[in-house]
């Protein structure tokens, strides 16, 4: 049975899932979750996963629908299943470092941009959202920078896709939403150039996918 991704077009999280289920050559149905809407929060949603976020993969496996939530344990579930394409390294240390890119931006950059923490400044500090959320993406994505030179070829990892881009290339996307200057970036724009023209890229871009607005609207 195939695999129905819960994604909203924008969502970086759900972003780096479709990048992968389309470089493993995984067929999956897109189903819409409308953030803006607040979608997210129906019961529906929340029966499927209290957490009231996207991404969520269901599969059947062995007579059962597993739901899996969360882009960092649903990549890893994708490797292990359907290990080739690999998007991670042979080696224990080479892993170790695609693993910890990739958790700099789960944990470290992405969260300033979340909807919800948007929401809670602008209902109590009208007006600061958008500053807090430049402010701390600039920081960290410099931060980014220096953590991905040291070991960088054409992408992160080397001159081999990885995990780690899969979160790269979204998070400079969203940086560039919040009005950051990515100028200083020359190595997360290196491998953003050599991620655009990938197939699964292309298929996975926000502009792509079912529930994407003509028009965009602005950040958030």
Known sequence: MTPT?????????????????????????YAAVDLLAGAQFSDAHRARNPMNMVPLLE??????????????????WLEERHPSPP????????????????????????????????????????????????????RSMASLEEAVQDGAGRFCHGDELTLADLFVVPQLYGA??????????????????????????????PETQPDAPPSPPAAP
């Not at 972003?15 to 149905?29: C, Q, S, Y």
């Not at 599969?59 to 890893?76: C, K, N, P, W, Y």
């Open 5 to 29: 991704l819960h994604s909203y077009w924008r969502s970086s999280c759900s972003w780096r899932v479709r990048i992968a289920l389309h470089h493993k050559g995984l067929p999956f149905t």
């Open 59 to 76: 599969v059947q496996e062995d007579g059962r629908t597993l739901r899996l939530r969360q882009s960092m344990a649903i990549l890893e």
């Open 87 to 138: 998007l991670l390294p042979r080696d224990a240390a080479a892993r170790a470092r695609v693993r910890a890119i990739a958790e700099d931006v789960n944990s470290s950059v992405q969260p300033f941009q979340n909807a919800s923490t948007m929401k809670w400044l602008r209902e109590r500090h009208p007006g600061d959202d958008l500053a807090f959320t430049t402010h701390f993406l600039a």
């Open 176 to 205: 560039r939403r919040f009005g950051v200057d990515v100028s200083n970036l020359p190595t997360l724009l290196r491998v953003e150039a050599s991620c655009a023209p990938l197939p699964a890229f292309v298929a996975a871009a």
